[in-house]
């Protein structure tokens, strides 16, 4: 039974992985800004992340002279923040803006085939032909498998980021 419990912690650490993946949502549904692309000058550092609650806030910075470089907006299962920051830099982008809201629960459930392997262990004693005593060990091995059914639980957010750079300097 431990080793059934076991499999099924393994599989399911791994369908936890699978589904999440390591696929950088914040570039896949990046939509940038193509008339500000002159605007600014790619910063080549780290970009600073600040998390907003409005996108008055994302007013505030452009007013305060920053450029609108692009953003990224989807719906999913929570995104890790580093992703964005790795792609703001990518980018060019000094600051990064984020906002996520709680928008669903989801719940599926799978039912997979988990092998089994069954021992059955048969032991005892005989006299051979010459009265001396023997032991032995009889060992059957049965394959089989087990359905398990499994239920996983996702939260979605709304995910909302925006990339700004700092106006470039006007020439003179």
């Given at each position: 039974?431990?080793?059934?419990?076991?499999?099924?912690?393994?599989?399911?650490?791994?369908?936890?992985?699978?589904?999440?993946?390591?696929?950088?949502?914040?570039?896949?549904?990046?939509l940038p800004?193509?008339?500000?692309?002159?605007?600014?000058?790619?910063?080549?550092?780290?970009?600073?992340?600040?998390?907003?609650?409005?996108?008055?806030?994302?007013?505030?910075?452009?007013?305060?002279?920053?450029?609108?470089?692009?953003?990224?907006?989807f719906v999913?299962?929570?995104?890790?923040?580093?992703?964005?920051?790795?792609?703001?830099?990518?980018?060019?982008?000094?600051?990064?803006?984020?906002?996520?809201?709680?928008?669903?629960?989801?719940?599926?459930?799978?039912?997979?085939?988990?092998?089994?392997?069954?021992?059955?262990?048969?032991?005892g004693a005989?006299?051979?032909?010459?009265?001396?005593?023997?032991?032995?060990?009889?060992?059957?091995?049965?394959?089989?498998?087990?359905?398990?059914?499994?239920?996983?639980?996702?939260?979605?957010?709304?995910?909302?980021?925006?990339?700004?750079?700092?106006?470039?300097?006007?020439?003179?």
């Amino acid at each position: 039974m431990k080793g059934l419990l076991f499999c099924a912690m393994v599989m399911l650490g791994v369908l936890a992985a699978s589904c999440c993946g390591e696929a950088n949502l914040y570039q896949k549904f990046y939509l940038p800004e193509v008339e500000n692309a002159k605007l600014f000058e790619p910063c080549g550092e780290d970009p600073k992340a600040q998390e907003i609650q409005s996108t008055d806030e994302v007013k505030a910075w452009l007013d305060k002279g920053y450029v609108l470089v692009g953003t990224s907006a989807f719906v999913a299962p929570w995104a890790p923040r580093v992703q964005a920051l790795e792609f703001g830099r990518k980018l060019g982008a000094s600051l990064v803006l984020y906002h996520a809201k709680f928008e669903r629960v989801e719940k599926h459930s799978f039912t997979e085939q988990m092998p089994v392997t069954r021992v059955k262990s048969r032991e005892g004693a005989f006299q051979d032909s010459q009265g001396r005593t023997r032991a032995y060990l009889a060992e059957q091995h049965e394959h089989t498998s087990v359905a398990v059914t499994r239920e996983v639980t996702y939260d979605y957010y709304e995910h909302q980021t925006y990339f700004l750079a700092p106006r470039k300097a006007e020439k003179k």
